[in-house]
C-alpha cells in the first residue's frame, strides 16, 4: 500500500482533535509558543515507520513524508526543483499561512521589488511584507541529522498550534529544502542501515562507523556540492539557483556536521576571514541572530561555539552565497555521530542529539527571523539600493569579455553569470585595451553598476592582499582566468560601450567554411568541445590526424591558415571496406559542428600553398582513447570525480573505472589511457604500472597521482627544498598552528608559460592560468622536450600564497612530458579539472588524453 494511502486510512481510525504538545522524535524538548499539534497531520512515525533519530531516513522517505504532510495540510506547497544525476527529485516545501498561499505569486513578485526597485520600499512597506528564509539540509549526505531535522521541522511547522506559530507563519514565507544531496544520502543511510544489528553498537571502528569509499558525502560524480553554490555546474545546483533567485531570500541557513568530538558551531566565523566585498552590517546582522540560536540551544544544554573557526570568504559556500546576493548566510555544524550512536570523548554521541540540535537551530532561525522581521528586510533592500553607490567607488566600471579565442568557454561563463541574475550586453562598439581589440559580435561586458554589483565584483576580481593568511576553502576563483578567456576592466563610464542586453545564453559558433569536401575536413581544435567532436569521429570509424606544422591550403576557392594542431578528417580511408558512405559522412561533419561548435574546412586538395601538405609526416594519427581511471580506496574521490564527470558529462566519452585494489588483477592491455587522478595508491603495484607504459601505455597524472609516479620512479623530476621546520623557529607554541597555516596554498591562481609547439599544448597561446593549492615544487626536467609548461617570473594572479612558497615558483615545472619505452606520461602538478569550472586548464588535460601518442 502506498504510503499516502496508507495515512489516509490511519486517519479514518484516528480521532481529529488536536494532540498533546510533545514533538514525536525519539527526543523531548521544550517548544515555545506551542499550544498542541494538529493530529491531521502526520507525523513522521506514521509515514515512514520509525520515529525521527531511530535510524537513518532515506532520501525517498523524506520525499514520501513531504508529499504526504502536504497533501493535507494548507500551510505547504511542495515542489520539485530538479533531479539529480540519479534522477531523484530535489525537492522543496514553500510553508506560510493559508491567506499567505492565496496570494503567494502576488507576494513573491512584490518580494523582488527589494532588489529590482528598492529605492521605491519605503520602512512602511517593508512592515507589512513577511520576510523569506530558505533552510536547507544535509549537502553532505554522510552528515545526515540535518535532513532528519528537516522532517521533524516541516511536522512542526504544518502541525503546531498556537499564537507564536500563527505569527510566524504570517510573518514569514518559508523554503524548506530537506535534500540538497540525495544521491550522496543515499550511498550513506544505505550503508548506515544495512551494517546495523538488531543493537547498536558504539564501537567507531565497527561496520556501521566506516562507510566505504566514496562515502555519502558528495553528489553522484564525488563533487562537494557545498563549493558548487556560485559555479552551479551541477543539476542539484543549478535547480536549487532557480529557486534562491525566484524568491530571493533575506536568511539563508545551511546545516552541517563535524567531527564527532566537538560541540556545536553557529555563525558567525572568524571575524579576520570575512570577505572584504561583504557589508559590516551582514555580520551585525548574523552576531544577532546568534543570540537566538544561543537561546535555543541553552534551553536544551547543549554546548556550543562560535567566531572560532570556518569562514565567511569562498562565496561559492552556501553559508556566504548568501552574503553576496543581500541575505545573511548562516552555517550550522553538529558534531557528528554518523552512526546511530557512537563513543566521544566525553561519553556517548546519539543520533536523536544531533537530530534535537539540528530541529533547535531551525527553530531559532525561525523566531529570529520574525522578531528581526524589518531588520532584515531592511538590510536587504539597502544592499541593493546601495549597490550603484558601490560601483561608482569601484574603480572598475565594466569587464569585457571576448568570445574569438574560444567561443565556447566564454558563452559558458555568460551562462554562469545569467543563473545568478547578472546582466549582460552585447559589446556595442570597439574597445581597446591592452593591446587587444574587443569587437562587437566577438565580445560582451558586465557592468559594474546593475543590482549584483557586489557579485560580479566577486566573480571578476583578481585579488592578492589579504587580512588573513589562512583559508578555510580556497583564496580566489576569478572567473574569466579559470575559464581561460582573454579579458579586460574598463575604467570609464561603460555607458557608450553597452549593446543589447542578453537573455539567453545559448552555445553557437559551430561554422562550416567551404561547401562538401571528397578529399578530406580540417577541424581547428581552439573549441572547448573540440575533443567531443573529434571522439565522435573516431568513434564513426573514420581515422583523423593531427598536424604538427602549419599549412595554407584551398578552401572554397581561396587559400587558409591552418594552425597547428588541427585535425585532418579523411573523407576516404585507407580501409576501404570501414569507409562511410560520402552521405553519411557529410552528416558526421554536420552533427560536430552542430552539437560541438566547431570550426571545419572542406578541402579541396592536400596540396599546400605554404607550409606542410596534408598527407606530411608531420602529423599523427589518433587513435580511439580507451580509457581507465584509477579509483578506490587510497585515490582521491573529488579528483577521480571531477575526470569522470568531465569525460563522460561534459565530452561524452565512455571510461573505465578501475579500484585500485583490482590492478593487479585486470587486463590492463584493454586501455590505452590509465588516469591517476590524485591518491596515495596504497595497493596499487608500481612495477605494474610502469610495464605497462613501458608496452605502449598512455598514463596521464595529475596532482598526487604525478607525486606518486615520481616517488616510484616512472619518470625523474627534482623537488625543490623547502625548510619548514627553520620557518617556524620563532614562533611560540600558541603560534605554530597559523604558523604553518600561512604556509599552505589553499587555492590560488598563476601564470605559466607554456611551449605551445608542444602536442599537449595545442590551441593555446604562450601563458595560461593554473589553479594550484599543493606545496610541492619540482624543478624543471633537464632532458630538451619534456617541459610542456612551466611557472612564469610573475606567476601569481590571484589569492593567498606566502612570500617563501612564492619564491620558489618561478620556473618550476607545471606540466611535464615523458617517453618511456613506447609510452607516454603526461603530467599536471596540480588539478587541471579542479570543480568543473576550470574550463581553460581542462583542455589541456583533454589534449593529454588525444595527443599523448603524438610526440
Do not use: C
Not at 210 to 228: A, C, I, K, Q, V
Not at 470 to 481: C, E, I
Not at 691 to 700: A, D, F, K, N, T
Not at 777 to 799: K, M, T
Amino acid at each position: 500500500m502506498h504510503v499516502r494511502l496508507l495515512f489516509a486510512f490511519i486517519l479514518l481510525l484516528s480521532p481529529t482533535a488536536l494532540q498533546a504538545q510533545e514533538i514525536p522524535a525519539v527526543f523531548d524538548m521544550p517548544l515555545e509558543g506551542v499550544t498542541a499539534y494538529d493530529s491531521s497531520i502526520p507525523t513522521p512515525e506514521q509515514v515512514l515507520g520509525h520515529k525521527i533519530g531511530e535510524r537513518h531516513t532515506v532520501p525517498h522517505q523524506l520525499v514520501d513524508y513531504f508529499e504526504a504532510v502536504a497533501e493535507v495540510s494548507d500551510r505547504i506547497v511542495l515542489n520539485v526543483h530538479a533531479y539529480s544525476y540519479e534522477n531523484r527529485p530535489l525537492i522543496h516545501a514553500i510553508v506560510t499561512s493559508p491567506e499567505n498561499h492565496a496570494r503567494l505569486e502576488q507576494l513573491r513578485e512584490n518580494h523582488l521589488r527589494l532588489s529590482e526597485s528598492p529605492n521605491e520600499i519605503s520602512d512602511e512597506a517593508i512592515e507589512d511584507m513577511p520576510i523569506v528564509v530558505y533552510q536547507g539540509y544535509s549537502i553532505h549526505g554522510n552528515e545526515a541529522s540535518g535532513s532528519e531535522a528537516a522532517a521533524l521541522y516541516l511536522y512542526h511547522l504544518a502541525a503546531a498550534q498556537g499564537e507564536m506559530m500563527d505569527n510566524a507563519l504570517d510573518n514569514a514565507i518559508i523554503i524548506l529544502d530537506p535534500l540538497f544531496n540525495p544521491d550522496g544520502r543515499d550511498r550513506f543511510t544505505d550503508w548506515a542501515n544495512r551494517n546495523r544489528g538488531g543493537v547498536a553498537t558504539t564501537d567507531p571502528q565497527d561496520r556501521e562507523h566506516l562507510e566505504p569509499w566514496p562515502g555519502g558525502r558528495t553528489n553522484h560524480y564525488w563533487f562537494d556540492l557545498n563549493r558548487d553554490w556560485l559555479p552551479a555546474q551541477h543539476p542539484e545546483s543549478q535547480g536549487r539557483m532557480n529557486v534562491f533567485h525566484s524568491w530571493r531570500p533575506q536568511i539563508l541557513t545551511d546545516h552541517h556536521e563535524m567531527g564527532s568530538s566537538s560541540s556545536f558551531f553557529f555563525m558567525p566565523g572568524i571575524p579576520s576571514r570575512n570577505n572584504p566585498l561583504t557589508p559590516e552590517r551582514n555580520f551585525e546582522l548574523t552576531a544577532a541572530l546568534a543570540e537566538y540560536h544561543a537561546e535555543g540551544l541553552d534551553a536544551i544544554g547543549t554546548l556550543y561555539y562560535s567566531k572560532e573557526s570556518f569562514d565567511d570568504f569562498y562565496y561559492g559556500k552556501g553559508s556566504t552565497f548568501p552574503d553576496a546576493n543581500g541575505a545573511i548566510g548562516i552555517l550550522f555544524e553538529q558534531a557528528s555521530s554518523r552512526a546511530l550512536t557512537r563513543e566521544v570523548n566525553n561519553g556517548e554521541l546519539h543520533y536523536g542529539v544531533t537530530v534535537q540540535n539540528q530541529f533547535a537551530t531551525s527553530l531559532s532561525t525561525l523566531k529570529g527571523a520574525i522578531e528581526l522581521k524589518n531588520e532584515f528586510l531592511t538590510y536587504y533592500r539597502d544592499f541593493y539600493a546601495g549597490a550603484s553607490q558601490f560601483a561608482n567607488a569601484s574603480e572598475t566600471k565594466a569587464y569585457v569579455v571576448s568570445l574569438e579565442r574560444d567561443r565556447t568557454r566564454g558563452q559558458a561563463l555568460a551562462q554562469m553569470l545569467s543563473r545568478h541574475r547578472i546582466e549582460i550586453y552585447g559589446l556595442g562598439r570597439s574597445v581597446e585595451s591592452d593591446g587587444m581589440t574587443y569587437r562587437p559580435g566577438s565580445a560582451y561586458i558586465v557592468p559594474v553598476n546593475q543590482p549584483q554589483a557586489r557579485l560580479v565584483k566577486g566573480i571578476f576580481e583578481t585579488r592578492t592582499a589579504f587580512q588573513d593568511s589562512l583559508f578555510y576553502d580556497v583564496s580566489t576563483w576569478t572567473m574569466p582566468l579559470a575559464f581561460d578567456l582573454d579579458y579586460a576592466e574598463i575604467q570609464a563610464n561603460p555607458a557608450r560601450l553597452l549593446g543589447d542586453r542578453i537573455e539567453d545564453v545559448q552555445y553557437d559558433g559551430g561554422e562550416r567554411v567551404g561547401g562538401e569536401s571528397d578529399y578530406a575536413y580540417v577541424m581547428e581544435w581552439d573549441r572547448y568541445f573540440a575533443p567531443r567532436a573529434l571522439y565522435k569521429v573516431q568513434k564513426a570509424g573514420l581515422h583523423p590526424r593531427v598536424l604538427h606544422k602549419d599549412t595554407r591550403v584551398r578552401v572554397g576557392g581561396d587559400y587558409v591558415d591552418i594552425a597547428r594542431g588541427s585535425i585532418v578528417i579523411p573523407v576516404t580511408p585507407r580501409d576501404r571496406g570501414a569507409q562511410l558512405s560520402k552521405a553519411d559522412t557529410e552528416s558526421l561533419i554536420n552533427q560536430i559542428i552542430e552539437e560541438d561548435f566547431v570550426r571545419v574546412y572542406a578541402i579541396e586538395s592536400g596540396l599546400a600553398r605554404a607550409g606542410v601538405d596534408l598527407g606530411t609526416p608531420s602529423s599523427s594519427a589518433l587513435k580511439k582513447p580507451g580509457i581507465a581511471l584509477l579509483t578506490g580506496s587510497g585515490t582521491s574521490a573529488y579528483n577521480a570525480g571531477e575526470v569522470w564527470h568531465l569525460l563522460t558529462e561534459r565530452y561524452q566519452i565512455p571510461i573505465s573505472l578501475l579500484d585500485v585494489d583490482r590492478v593487479a588483477s585486470a587486463d590492463l592491455s584493454r586501455y590505452t589511457t590509465i588516469i591517476m587522478s590524485g591518491g596515495f595508491y596504497g595497493d596499487l603495484v608500481p612495477t605494474q604500472i610502469a610495464q605497462w607504459v613501458q608496452e605502449g601505455g598512455h598514463l596521464i597524472t595529475t596532482s598526487s597521482g604525478t607525486n606518486w609516479a615520481i616517488r616510484n620512479q616512472l619518470f625523474e623530476l627534482k623537488e625543490k627544498e623547502f625548510d619548514l621546520d627553520s620557518l617556524m623557529a620563532d614562533y611560540p607554541y600558541d603560534q605554530l598552528d597559523e604558523a604553518r597555516g600561512a604556509q599552505v596554498i589553499g587555492g590560488a591562481i598563476f601564470s605559466a608559460d607554456i611551449d605551445i609547439t608542444h602536442p599537449i599544448a595545442y590551441g593555446f597561446r604562450e601563458t595560461v592560468p593554473l589553479f594550484r593549492n599543493s606545496t610541492t615544487f619540482y624543478e624543471a626536467p633537464e632532458s630538451p622536450g619534456r617541459l610542456v609548461a612551466s611557472y612564469s617570473n610573475n606567476p601569481l594572479l590571484s589569492g593567498y600564497i606566502s612570500e617563501e612558497r612564492l619564491e620558489q615558483m618561478p620556473g618550476s615545472a607545471a606540466i611535464v612530458a615523458h617517453r618511456s619505452g613506447a609510452g607516454r606520461i603526461v603530467s599536471f602538478m596540480d588539478n587541471p579539472n579542479f570543480r568543473a569550472f576550470w574550463y581553460g586548464s581542462s583542455r589541456i588535460f583533454m589534449n593529454a588524453v588525444f595527443f599523448s601518442g603524438a610526440f
